[in-house]
């Protein structure tokens, strides 16, 4: 088993940033593939972006250029750099990590993490 938690939320003005933090523990602390999804009330969970155990990053198109993700091997810990938040940023904001170096689906994939974590609010207002 992978635990997350996500921290870092919180309620910021449009034009803001935040920072999340995902912790990752348990069975391995090195996950394949770690990323981020967010949840918007009455709307389906969307991917936001995730980052590859080389590397590799990867974000959805309404984020690029505004978020950054990154991670950190020595705490096993990735972050979300969020700037320039806008109100339809606002959402329950997931960690997700996934340990195979293989899958049928895409990292852009909820299918593709096999572990989540409990989700932390983010709440921009205008």
């Known amino acids: 088993q992978v635990q997350l938690v996500e921290s870092g939320g919180g309620l910021v003005q449009a034009g803001g940033s935040l920072r999340l933090s995902c912790a990752a523990s348990g069975r391995t602390n090195n996950p394949y593939v770690m990323g981020w999804f967010r949840q918007a009330p009455e709307k389906e969970r969307e991917f936001v972006s995730s980052?590859?155990?080389?590397?590799?990053?990867f974000y959805a198109d309404s984020v690029k250029g505004r978020f950054t993700v990154s991670k950190d091997n020595a705490k096993n810990t990735v972050y979300l750099q969020m700037n320039s938040l806008k109100p339809e940023d606002t959402a329950v904001y997931y960690c997700?990590?996934?340990?195979?170096?293989?899958?049928?689906?895409?990292?852009?994939?909820?299918?593709?993490?096999?572990?989540w974590g409990q989700g932390t609010q983010v709440t921009i207002s205008s």
């Open positions: 997700a990590a996934d340990l195979e170096a293989y899958s049928h689906y895409t990292y852009y994939s909820t299918e593709r993490f096999r572990y």
């Open positions: 980052i590859v155990r080389y590397d590799d990053t």
